[in-house]
């Protein structure tokens, strides 16, 4: 009888404390791409009609820095720290639907939607009539 009073009891708080008002803050995904100051992303895959365009050796594939004045640079891998890459301003959304990442430089904008990101992969989907027309797999620089 006490056991099942014990549980009853126990229950019941559970319960309670989960209707009590307490809200929930969403996690700002801005900090995934720049970690509040910079971060290396590697373009794992260049993806169109299911074809994979990205270099197979990785000192060649692209890599994208991202830092949180909202700026950026892509380069190739290895000549990383010998030239600067261009650059462009970007834009995460994470409150639209769906969320958006926008790339601009001059007169160039390229618009993606943000098909996943986590703190080990992001997935790029290009939106519809902007000149860069590939899926973009991001993952963070591996250690050589």
């Given at each position: 009888?006490?056991?099942?009073?014990?549980?009853?009891?126990?229950?019941?708080?559970?319960?309670?404390a989960c209707?009590?008002?307490?809200?929930?803050?969403?996690?700002?995904?801005?900090?995934?791409?720049?970690?509040?100051?910079?971060?290396?992303?590697?373009?794992?895959?260049?993806?169109?009609?299911?074809?994979?365009?990205?270099?197979?050796?990785i000192?060649?594939?692209?890599?994208?820095?991202?830092?949180?004045?909202?700026?950026?640079?892509?380069?190739?891998?290895?000549?990383?720290?010998d030239?600067?890459?261009?650059?462009?301003?970007?834009?995460?959304?994470?409150?639209?639907?769906?969320?958006?990442?926008?790339?601009?430089?001059?007169?160039?904008?390229?618009?993606?939607?943000?098909?996943?990101?986590?703190?080990?992969?992001?997935?790029?989907?290009?939106?519809?009539?902007?000149?860069?027309?590939?899926?973009?797999e991001?993952?963070?620089?591996?250690?050589?």
């Amino acid at each position: 009888m006490k056991s099942f009073f014990g549980i009853f009891l126990f229950v019941g708080l559970i319960i309670s404390a989960c209707s009590v008002g307490v809200t929930t803050t969403p996690i700002d995904k801005h900090f995934i791409l720049d970690d509040n100051s910079s971060k290396i992303w590697l373009v794992n895959k260049l993806v169109k009609n299911n074809v994979d365009y990205s270099n197979k050796e990785i000192g060649k594939k692209d890599i994208i820095v991202f830092f949180a004045t909202g700026r950026c640079m892509i380069q190739k891998m290895n000549t990383f720290g010998d030239t600067i890459g261009d650059k462009f301003n970007y834009y995460l959304r994470m409150s639209t639907a769906p969320p958006t990442l926008e790339l601009t430089k001059e007169k160039k904008r390229w618009l993606f939607t943000v098909h996943t990101i986590t703190d080990d992969k992001i997935i790029l989907l290009p939106q519809r009539g902007v000149k860069f027309p590939y899926e973009m797999e991001l993952i963070p620089l591996p250690e050589p």
